[in-house]
């Protein structure tokens, strides 16, 4: 079969899921309900809170550290793809970025749905190939200095990335911090800029 | 070390569930691609059957 005759994702997704409809295995109702859920109740919103929340109290920035998964379910969020949550802190002296370089294992409860750019297969080879090239293209210029450490989402695992508090952010409550923080960041695909 | 997960290997294939602990371990860029690559360190999440003893 050449590669142009193969039917893209989106078409053998469709084909899987009426197959598994007709024969009852899901509900689609179900599946409609999971859907919207994530598009629209759940996304990176919860995980900007948790980062916001660790800046402003450092009691919790060590919980959410020592334990990810409880100390983000303070917050309410949980769920799947949420079971075993491992905090990363961004420092001055390392970056971490995460991928799933098998598929797209991503922190649903705290960043939604991942982005496409997560799923594509030139991230996810050449992220674990050559990251400091992949983050400036992505433009983040990571310092020549700073350690590179990337983790692929290879278990059960999932990685969301404490980004640092940037400067002159001092006098700003968790409100306002949460506004700052982006999706990218907590992937370690950016960093957090003070407007 | 996290904690115990069910091995996807044998669970997807209806050998059983194999719940094993998964180690996460860091690999040196160098180690895996060789000293031109860029210098950084990869963490991968294997599961104990994944690893073997010091040889």
Redesign the interface.
């Known amino acids: 079969v050449t590669e142009t005759r193969r039917p893209g994702p989106a078409q053998r997704t469709e084909a899987l899921e009426s197959l598994l409809v007709e024969r009852g295995l899901i509900d689609p109702a179900v599946m409609d309900r999971f859907i919207t859920t994530y598009e629209r109740d759940v996304g990176p919103l919860n995980g900007a809170k948790v980062v916001a929340k660790a800046w402003t109290e450092p009691g919790y920035r060590e919980r959410l550290l020592a334990e990810g998964t409880s100390a983000i379910s303070e917050l309410g969020f949980a769920g799947p793809q949420g079971e ?1 949550i491992v905090v990363l802190e961004q420092s001055d002296d390392v970056h971490h970025v995460v991928v799933c370089t098998l598929c797209s294992c991503y922190p649903w409860p705290v960043l939604g749905l991942p982005p496409s750019w997560y799923k594509d297969p030139a991230y996810r080879a050449r992220v ?6 992949v983050l400036h293209e992505m433009g983040l210029d990571v310092p020549a200095g700073k ?11 999932r990685y969301l990335v404490l980004p640092q508090r940037p400067a002159g952010t001092e006098d700003w409550d968790a409100e306002a911090l949460t506004g700052l923080v982006t999706r990218d960041a907590m992937v370690g695909v950016a960093v957090v800029e003070a407007p | 070390v ?2 115990a ?2 091995l996807p290997d044998t669970h997807a294939v209806f050998e059983g569930e194999n719940p094993q602990y ?1 180690y ?1 371990v ?1 690999f040196a860029s160098t180690e895996l ?1 060789g000293d031109d ?11 104990e059957s994944y690893l073997e003893g010091d040889r």
């Open positions: 075993h674990v190939r050559e990251p400091r090239t350690q590179i450490e990337v983790w692929d989402s290879s278990s059960e695992v | 996290r904690p997960h069910v998964v996460t860091g691609w690559a860029e210098r950084f360190t990869l963490h991968v999440d294997l599961f």
